[in-house]
């Protein structure tokens, strides 16, 4: 990756939700953070799109009509830690053991489904300072 792809990639949020008005939302909402932001609404487009826009921080969605986010999931993690986003997942499921699951399954974050923007703001600020940070040590 160049470094004008490292400078791009910092403080950017891929947001790759299936429905148009949570994309809108939470758009808008992590722009006014901050953030630079880039929506889809696949799975596909996701894995797609962090090809050409490398964001450090992937808020996922896990129900898709093409691919399902532990596809996407599942593909992101065979990349090098370096070149791989850290994930929110942001879904509607929300029983007993679910945030384990997804956990487990490789995401850094879970959010249940209506999001508290204020809560997704700040475990988005936790995970850039901590990949900041990680990629100082490596």
Known sequence: MSDDS?????????????????????????????????????????????????????????????????QVIRMLKRQPVGHRPMIVAVTACAMPGDEDRFLNCGCDAYLAKPVDLYRLTEVIDELVVSGDLRSLIA
């Open 6 to 70: 490292m400078k791009q990639s910092q403080n950017s949020i891929l947001i790759a939700d299936a429905s148009r008005s949570n994309r809108v939302m939470l758009r808008k909402w992590l722009e006014r953070s901050g953030y630079h932001c880039q929506t889809v609404e696949t799975g596909r487009q996701a894995l797609d799109a962090l090809r050409e826009f490398p964001a450090q921080v992937l808020v996922l969605d896990m129900k898709f009509p093409d691919i399902e986010g532990w």
